[in-house]
């Protein structure tokens, strides 16, 4: 795997030497013929390099030896290159030339937003790919449904609120079905309100969840509420969710919490202005490379001044919110889930630090995260033996992870929309808002390995939880990348039965 490959020839550098000189630039022909001269390992520990070369000189603001770098990376990397890396490495590359030209808005809306809203149809087939390719979100569906289950017990009439979006699919509520067919006491009344953007995706999932229903003999009510939860009026939570006495509540959110932080940055610095009064394409315009570096350095410090990541105050406080904003969208959404006293929370996130105020930590923590990610998706295209894994994979990697790393590493403030943090960061955001903890059981643990090997998923893949079991991780090689933990407002006194623990 390259994984090991980027560890041990990137980091081994990296600790011998200082990092303003981390990778200096080595000049190459401009022809190119270079690259044929570089056998496939000499062309992986190239690529790795130029990559976090690239990624030094952007955050220097040395705009000429970034081009440099980005020359020689696409003369080594291509979106429909064979290997691994070299996709990898073009969707890094993209993301940081569009680092660099961010910092003049008008010319980088002009050139890219046409192109983004090319791209924009794509998602949703290319979402459903992901779910088909890797075993990721059914682990997370199974493992939610099970503590829904778990903490269910008993209830006759069942309300859930699926808040996962453009995560969100039938199939989970469909499984969740067949689960409470099997129920000793019966069958509840079941009741279901999803929020999406989408009407169409809501009409859809209605009718298909309606019919299961019917074919299982559930008493079962659909409510779509057309939203994105960053959206929403979390004053009104109760009134929007419809939420009724006498129903017993669970609450679904899966790779959503993240952007709520983005939704409290929404407020940082857009653009830099020059002294005169000079547009910043003005400014580049009459300077040379090194004060363009100066004003990319001094427009990155002030966007970074104005973002929570970066505040005196701890990111990890819901408490904190940006000058002239109110609340902050996070806080505001857990004050107002605990007030609707579910007995159950279930949350997905991403496990990885891709929150944090320096460039550089989050460059690297997302090209090691998303190298992962790429190694899934190459194996299990492999393993299809379809002649349309290919173009499946390559839809993924383009519609949904690849923007998620332009989030990650071309943007700041409020266009940073992926803001992924470890489960431990999200235990203290959610303990400080009045949550505590609920203990996912030994027999959930247990259905979701049994899903891998049903699903020919053994080996790469694993399953593990902390050694409390308040958090399961699903892994590929060992290294977590999803995260799935449990929470209900404190003191609220739930009994859970099925085994399950709670603190």
């Not at 859809?204 to 079962?220: N, Q, Y």
């Not at 940055?265 to 100066?294: M, N, V």
């Not at 923007?403 to 960061?425: C, D, N, P, W």
């Not at 609920?438 to 979701?448: D, K, T």
């Amino acid at each position: 795997m390259f994984q090991q490959q980027l560890q041990e020839d990137v980091l081994s550098s990296a600790t011998s030497s200082p990092a303003s000189t981390l990778y200096s630039p080595t000049p190459y022909p401009a022809t190119g013929t270079w690259v044929q001269e570089l056998s496939s390992d000499q062309c992986s520990v190239r690529l790795i390099s130029l990559l976090y070369q690239c990624a030094s000189e952007v955050a220097a603001g040395a705009f000429d030896r970034a081009n440099l770098c980005l020359e020689h990376i696409m003369q080594l990397a291509s979106l429909d290159a064979p290997h691994t890396l070299q996709r990898l490495a073009a969707v890094f590359a993209d993301a940081l030339a569009r680092k660099l030209l961010n910092l003049v808005p008008g010319l980088s809306r002009a050139l890219l937003s046409a192109s983004a809203s090319a791209d924009t149809h794509l998602v949703p087939a290319a979402r459903r790919s992901m779910f088909d390719m890797l075993p990721f979100l059914k682990l997370a569906y199974l493992t939610t449904n099970h503590a829904i289950l778990e903490a269910m017990e008993g209830e006759r009439f069942v309300h859930i609120v699926d808040l996962s979006g453009p995560a969100a699919n039938a199939a989970q509520w469909i499984a969740l079905f067949h689960a409470f067919r099997g129920r000793s006491e019966g069958t509840p009344h079941l009741r279901i309100t999803a929020v999406h953007e989408s009407k169409e995706f809501l009409a859809g999932m209605s009718a298909v969840l309606a019919r299961e229903a019917e074919a299982f003999d559930i008493p079962f009510q659909f409510d779509a509420v057309e939203a994105k939860l960053e959206d929403m009026d979390f004053d009104a939570l109760r009134h929007n969710l419809r939420v009724r006495s006498g129903e017993a509540l669970a609450v679904s959110v899966a790779l959503q919490l993240h952007r709520l932080l983005a939704a409290d940055d929404a407020g940082g610095g857009r653009r830099y202005c020059g002294a005169g009064g000079l547009t910043p394409l003005q400014i580049i315009a009459r300077s040379s490379p090194s004060s363009f570096g100066e004003l990319l350095e001094r427009d990155l410090n002030t966007r970074l001044q104005l973002s929570p990541d970066a505040s005196g105050l701890s990111p990890q406080s819901p408490m904190f919110s940006p000058a002239g904003q109110g609340r902050p969208k996070l806080g505001s959404f857990l004050s107002a889930v605990k007030a609707l006293c579910p007995k159950i929370m279930v949350v997905t996130e991403q496990e990885a630090n891709h929150n944090g105020a320096v460039f550089h930590e989050r460059f690297d923590e997302a090209l090691n995260y998303y190298g992962s990610l790429f190694d899934c998706l190459e194996c299990a295209a492999a393993a299809a033996h379809r002649g349309s894994a290919a173009e499946e994979r390559a839809r993924v990697e383009r519609a949904v992870l690849g923007e998620e790393i332009r989030s990650i590493v071309a943007y700041e403030g409020g266009e940073r929309k992926e803001r992924h943090e470890r489960a431990r960061q999200w235990a203290g955001r959610m303990e400080a808002a009045g949550m505590e903890r609920v203990g996912l059981s030994y027999s959930g643990i247990m259905e979701a390995r049994k899903l891998l090997q049903s699903c020919g998923r053994g080996g790469s893949y694993e399953v593990r939880h902390d050694a409390e079991g308040h958090c399961f991780f699903f892994c590929w090689h060992k290294k977590p990348l999803y995260a799935v933990s449990a929470w209900r407002p404190a003191g609220a006194g739930y009994h859970h039965a099925g085994g399950a623990r709670s603190r």
